[in-house]
């Protein structure tokens, strides 16, 4: 049985300001930890957390010109973010040789409360066309081998794997797969 689709919110897409890190912080580390932080030693989340999503380092990625942070805000609520998506250029991963122009889909992380409500369908479009913009012709991402729910999502935006890569937290080693999409 199909669960009923949440109705779309009324959100807008903007770039993320330097005021957006403390929001981007603790939605990252909060996402960050419910998605994943069973399957790693606390310590290793703890250090990847600080390293990751600290407000520092997300005020390092919104200053860098190589990434570009976009947030999704409630419309009724302009300053809230409830997700965010990172391009990051520059990137690459042996699997990707063969690929023309590509670009990384760093992050895209939403707020649980704003699950299947089209929000991540909202910044990956946002993201796409940034990168189209820009001359990119391949979309890359990584995602964690067991992360099951976010491969069926990226499957239905039209990702295909490609290869994989060791992802280093501490101690804890993991898999990701390595995902495309012609642009």
Not at 75 to 82: F, H, L, Q
Request: hydrophobic residues 35%; aromatic residues 8%.
């Amino acid at each position: 049985m199909t669960q009923p689709t949440k109705p779309k919110p009324q959100v807008t897409l903007r770039p993320a300001l330097p005021k957006d890190a403390p929001q981007i912080a603790a939605l990252g580390s909060s996402v960050f930890s419910t998605s994943f932080g069973y399957s790693m030693p606390a310590a290793d989340l703890q250090a990847y957390l600080e390293s990751a999503y600290s407000i520092p380092s997300l005020s390092r990625d919104l200053s860098n010109p190589s990434v570009t942070t976009i947030v999704a805000c409630p419309t009724s609520a302009p300053d809230t973010v409830i997700g965010f998506a990172q391009l990051t250029r520059g990137t690459s991963e042996p699997c990707l040789e063969g690929c023309e122009q590509p670009v990384e889909l760093q992050r895209l992380y939403v707020s649980p409360d704003f699950h299947g409500g089209g929000v991540g369908g909202m910044l990956v479009e946002e993201i796409e066309k940034v990168a189209r913009e820009e001359g990119f012709v391949t979309l890359w991402l990584g995602v964690w081998e067991e992360n099951f729910r976010a491969q069926r999502v990226y499957e239905r935006m039209g990702f295909k794997k490609v290869g994989s890569h060791d992802f280093v937290m501490g101690s804890c080693v993991q898999t990701d797969w390595i995902l495309t999409k012609r642009l």
